[in-house]
């Protein structure tokens, strides 16, 4: 396909074989590409058949955790007379993070069929998919599948025939990156104020409106169809490196590579392929600076760290960072890592949702601090400062978002200490920090 | 051990507790209070101001003890270095957008920021020169206003009007620290009950108009009382400054009011600083009231019954004390007596969120006490009789014109009273007594417990508490007779009672008369 890249020999696509084709988006279109045939399957399943064969897959979950689809999936309470929920996640907002749009985009009824099957698996009859509120391109099309799927029977009080019910409703967020977090989430869809819940109870236990609930990301049920169809076996094979990391991964790589973009690959594919074959590596005459690999959230790599790592769940932690959802920010040397961990930093301050005390005024507190040191009004106490603001932000609240915004800047006072030393002393000249 | 019990180790100090209870619960009944702001036993637990971290051993991060219930063997480290320090992070997160504006402040003294900072805090600042959050005042309510900059989003307050009133009037608006407590468009936190979150609010953030500037905390008296303001019996404090009452604040009771009162409750305490007191016994002489000593009164106004054979009425007011009703009861033992309260009506207004408690619709403390006494007459009929009884006493009963009218046909009138009313005819004797704010007594509610109040402010003059009176009065009547020295004494040797003392009747009170009983 042309659009939005040619698919490189290096990819693997499963997930984005039709990206770019815009006659997949129409029922008719994805029935003729091979589409509902393993919704046909499961319909026919029993839940542990199928839960079975996701968990063999190795399937992961993608939104950013890493925890084994299957398995949760499994931790649905069995024979409770009670309704249950599928909560799809599409309120993909994390910075650095657009890899769930292109499914959105381009093959929502992959996403339909992948959520109708997680609906069978775990015994429910409504699947909730809460999408970004500014994603609304991905939403008019989404929508359009959804009501084209109740049409032609495929979902419903009957789907595709087998006297089974599967409703889908597509709920908008309405702007809070922290609506992405699950059990913000599901507040959000019942109308309250999206603030993340304390767990325990876990979903599974009382989640959507205080019934047994799983949630998983779009990139996570997207993949279910091709496991049915294909077999567990043939994903559990997609794997270069680590064999608990399987299958292929949707990889959002921004910033300053030649080609940014979407990228299929499998699990496993060097870091370094990734950056400089599919992406066309860094624009002439620059050089890596710095990864963060897996959406804003996680710890920044250094070039060395990248040289030898391999993308998937085991090799990015094997470095010290994460793979996350899959969004990839590249930084070539003419980065001010100060200046970008600061603006990683102030979109935290302003996403957080203002419960845990630590997070409301520690993401505010550390932006300040970061602000005045790009306006080399910085102090030689600050980065110490810093380093115990983010002990203090970090594993000390509900959901992680103070442990999110405190990682880039631990990691980035660790790797790149000289460039905020050179802001401290004076060496480097101050700048404006606009707002 | 019962299997419903969990044995726990808290700080070294190893209790049992019912299963399901949170470990800050626990650490309370280990006398160890777990530093916390959006905890608050009667509200749900939100676990977010993270004030209340507590190392758990083999649990891998510090968990909020509000939420965490307790466990079989659970070993509990409140002040281990990790929870201290990140108690010691929140307070310093909590104080970084504070004002310290505490000389200014209402609740300085009484403040958990302040408690907890000078517990646990650090003792500098490294928040620098950075501005800190402002926003205006906000006028939220008839008697409640929200300081903005002092708030810590611990967010009681949004929950006591959700969950508790049920009248979600109050949010949390915008997000990170810009967010502050919002009010709904077009509303106002006008519920009767609204005042409580001035109460429950931790900090200076919400207070009360009435209060605002008034005292300062440390310089209060505060002592343990019954609200008089309807039959629900709220257990209150008094706080006086200089002998004036100042303001009433709930006192926690689980069994009657858990820990709230109503704003009307709340507002009702101007009358225990009236300065028109009587202060000295008055004996009529002729058309004249001359002013007595006691002994004097006693044996005047003694005279003054035994000269007036017949049936007797007792016209009492809401507010007083068992002791004072069965002691004047006592006093005319030997006549036909009908005994009844005056009971003014108002609006039920019941709290949804706590069964049970409500601002009922009969505004007199003490009605299940005097119906449990015997003065159990229809006011109206009572009125009737006093039109020709021989002896009508008015026990600190506010009579308006009809009712004084009606006392036109009576013999004498005997007027034990904190204030005096010249409208009164045929008046022998207006002997002063004690109000609730000055004695102590015991008030019946409508479950039927009995609940002690204590004193709380100086007598005025030679004042004396009602039962003293009444029960002078009675021995003055016969030479084997002797009165009760204390209040106790006077309520133990009342049969409606039992020989309960007011020690026996602790803080939180007994029920004297089976639920339902002692309903009208």
């Known amino acids: ?435 | 051990m019962s299997t419903d019990m969990v044995t726990l180790t808290i700080d070294g100090i190893t209790l049992s507790v019912p299963k399901g209870t949170s470990v800050i619960e626990a650490a309370k009944q280990a006398g160890i209070v777990v530093p916390h702001y959006c905890y608050h036993p009667s509200l749900p637990a939100p676990a977010v101001c993270r004030m209340c971290l507590v190392e758990i051993e083999k649990l891998p991060k510090l968990v909020p003890s509000c939420v965490t219930p307790v466990a079989e063997g659970q070993v509990v480290h409140v002040h281990s270095p990790a929870a201290k320090k990140a108690r010691e992070g929140v307070l310093e997160f909590l104080l970084i957008n504070h004002p310290l504006d505490c000389p200014i402040c209402d609740q300085a003294g009484e403040c958990e920021l302040q408690d907890f900072v000078f517990q646990e805090g650090r003792a500098g600042t490294r928040y620098g020169d950075e501005a800190k959050r402002w926003n205006p005042v906000e006028d939220f309510g008839p008697d409640i206003l929200y300081v903005t900059n002092r708030c810590i989003l611990c967010t009681r307050c949004v929950r006591f009007m959700d969950h508790v009133a049920d009248d979600p009037v109050l949010n949390v608006s915008e997000r990170g620290d810009r967010a502050y407590i919002g009010i709904d468009p077009g509303h106002r936190v006008d519920h009767p009950w609204a005042g409580n979150i001035v109460d429950l609010c931790p900090v200076g953030s919400l207070v009360s108009k009435d209060f605002l500037h008034k005292a300062r905390a440390w310089d209060l008296d505060k002592n343990a009382s019954i609200c008089t303001g309807c039959t629900q019996g709220c257990n209150i404090m008094i706080d006086t400054r200089d002998e004036n009452v100042v303001r009433l604040r709930p006192r926690p009771n689980l069994e009657v009011n858990r820990h709230f009162i109503c704003d009307v409750g709340r507002a009702d305490y101007r009358w225990m600083n009236r300065g028109d007191r009587v202060e000295a016994p008055l004996i009529g002489e002729g058309d004249r009231l001359h002013a007595q000593d006691w002994d004097v009164a006693v044996e005047r106004t003694v005279a003054a019954l035994a000269a007036a054979a017949g049936d007797a009425v007792v016209l009492i007011g809401g507010r007083a004390s068992s002791e004072t009703i069965g002691w004047t009861l006592q006093a005319l033992e030997g006549r036909t007596v009908t005994a009844a309260m005056k009971v003014p009506m108002g609006e039920e207004a019941p709290l949804a969120g706590v069964p049970n408690l409500a601002l009922r619709r009969e505004r007199a403390a003490n009605l299940h006490g005097a119906l449990l006494l015997g003065a159990d007459a229809p006011w109206e009929a009572a009125l009737t009789v006093a039109s020709r009884a021989a002896v009508v006493v008015v026990l600190d009963a506010d009579l308006d014109d009809a009712e004084v009218e009606a006392l036109r046909g009576a013999g004498i009138v005997l007027h034990l009273t904190t204030v005096a009313d010249p409208r009164l005819p045929a008046l022998r004797a207006v002997l002063p007594i004690t109000s609730v704010a000055e004695e102590q007594g015991v008030f019946v509610n409508r479950d039927g417990r009995a609940q002690r109040y204590l004193p709380a402010k100086t007598p005025p003059g030679m004042a004396r508490p009602g039962w003293w009176v009444a029960s002078r009065l009675w021995a003055a009547g016969a030479p084997d007779r002797v009165a009760p020295d204390t209040a106790t004494e006077a309520l133990q040797r009342l049969p409606a009672f039992s020989g309960l003392s007011h020690r026996d009747l602790g803080f939180v009170g007994r029920i004297v008369a089976p639920v339902g009983e002692a309903a009208r």
Not at chain 1, 92 to 121: M, N, Q, V, Y
Not at chain 1, 164 to 184: D, F, P
Not at chain 1, 207 to 232: K, M, Q, S, W, Y
Not at chain 1, 234 to 262: E, N
């Open chain 1, 1 to 435: 396909m042309g659009y939005p890249h040619p698919i490189h020999p290096k990819e693997t696509p499963v997930l984005s074989t039709h990206f770019g084709d815009p006659d997949a988006r129409s029922h008719a279109g994805w029935v003729a590409r091979g589409g509902y045939v393993a919704l046909q399957q499961a319909l026919g399943m029993t839940p542990e058949a199928i839960v079975d064969e996701v968990k063999a897959s190795g399937l992961r979950g993608r939104g950013g955790a890493g925890f084994p689809t299957g398995m949760k999936w499994s931790f649905m309470p069995k024979d409770d007379g009670r309704e249950h929920y599928l909560c799809c996640n599409a309120d993909e907002s994390e910075p650095g993070t657009f890899k769930d749009r292109e499914i959105l985009r381009w093959t929502p009824h992959a996403l339909i069929e992948g959520c109708a099957i997680g609906c069978l698996a775990i015994r429910a009859e409504t699947c909730v998919i809460f999408i970004r509120g500014e994603y609304t391109e991905p939403y008019r099309i989404l929508q359009a599948a959804v009501d084209e799927a109740y049409a032609a029977g495929t979902i419903g009080a009957n789907a595709m025939g087998s006297g089974k019910r599967i409703e889908m409703i597509v709920h908008r967020g309405a702007g809070a990156y922290i609506c992405g977090e699950e059990t913000a989430l599901m507040n959000a869809i019942e109308g309250k104020r999206g603030n993340p819940r304390i767990k325990p109870p876990f979903p599974a236990v009382a989640g959507l409106f205080g019934l047994p609930t799983t949630i998983n990301n779009v990139e996570t049920l997207a993949a279910v169809p091709a496991i049915l169809t294909r077999g567990a076996a043939w994903y559990a094979g997609l794997s270069l490196s680590s064999p608990k990391s399987t299958g292929t991964k949707l990889i959002s790589v921004c910033g300053h590579v030649q080609r940014p973009g979407t990228y299929e690959i499998t699990m496993g594919l060097p870091m370094q392929e990734l950056i400089f074959d599919l992406c066309g590596g860094m624009r002439p005459g620059r050089t890596l600076k710095a990864v963060i690999p897996g959406g804003s959230s996680v710890p920044i790599m250094t070039p060395e760290e990248v040289a030898d790592c391999a993308t998937d769940y085991e090799g990015i932690a094997a470095k010290g960072s994460l793979l996350g959802s899959g969004g990839m920010i590249v930084m070539d040397d003419t980065t001010d890592m100060v200046y970008q961990i600061m603006r990683l930093a102030r979109f935290y301050a302003h996403e957080s949702c203002a419960q845990c005390t630590n997070c409301r005024e520690g993401t505010a507190w550390t932006t300040k601090i970061l602000e005045r040191i790009l306006r080399g009004e910085g102090k030689a106490s600050d980065l110490d400062l810093l380093l115990d603001l983010a002990d203090n932000m970090t594993g000390k609240t509900i959901c992680v978002l103070s442990d999110s915004c405190a990682t880039p800047v631990v990691s980035g006072i660790a790797k790149f200490r000289d460039e905020f030393d050179a802001y401290l002393s004076g060496a480097r000249a101050p700048m404006t920090v606009g707002v």
